[in-house]
Structures are given as C-alpha cells and as structure tokens.
C-alpha cells in the first residue's frame, strides 16, 4: 500500500524558504492521473490546499499562496517536495502530503519564529 513521509526543518525564521520533501513508498510518483497534493492546517483553523503536481509535472496552487509557492518532483528519489518563499509567522502550520487527498501522511509541524 501507498505510504507518505514528511521530512524537513520543524523551525524556519520569518522572511526564510520553507522547505518539505515527502518520500512516497509502495507505489510511484510517476503513476498516470495521480494528483500529489500539499495541504497545511494552521493552528485552530481548517485545513488548506496549497497545491498539487502531477504526474505529467503540472502544478496548481490556491491563488493566495501562488506567487510564493512551488511544488516539484525527483522522480529518482519517488518524492515531492514543497517550498514556500518568504514565510512569516502565519505560515505556521501543520504540513501535510497527500495522494490524490486519499493517502495522507503524518504531518509535519513547522514553526515560522525568530
């Protein structure tokens, strides 16, 4: 079965790169009609999409986190990864990757503080 991993810095300054990688074990990334997906839950709040990557590497972010998001594939490693530029401390936040908003995995927490 399809099993996800977050991996990364659990404290990133404000103004900073956060970076997430998730590692896909039990099927590939590389799978036709797959939506790999980034989905965050900020404390005390939902849950928001970030965005997506496909199989055929097309991306899709909320509008809101466009300009400071980018979502891309290591199709070597059977992972990806997430970046997210200039981050303050609302970008706290729970960090999930999932396939296809089925399989999730465990979440990661990121702290955004000086």
């Known amino acids: 079965q399809v099993q996800l991993q977050e991996s990364g810095p659990g404290l990133v300054k404000p103004s900073q790169t956060l970076s997430l990688t998730c590692t896909v074990s039990?099927?590939?990334?590389?799978?036709?009609?797959?939506?790999w997906s980034w989905i965050r839950q900020p404390p005390g709040k939902g849950l928001e999409w970030i965005g997506s990557i496909t199989h055929s590497d097309s991306t899709y972010y909320t509008p809101s986190l466009k300009s400071r998001t980018s979502i891309s594939r290591d199709t070597s490693k059977n992972q990806f990864t997430l970046q997210l530029n200039s981050v303050t401390p609302e970008d706290t936040a729970v960090y999930y990757c999932?396939?296809?908003?089925?399989?999730w995995g465990q979440g990661t927490q990121v702290t955004v503080s000086s």
């Open positions: 999932t396939r296809d908003r089925v399989v």
């Open positions: 039990g099927g590939s990334i590389t799978s036709n009609y797959i939506y």
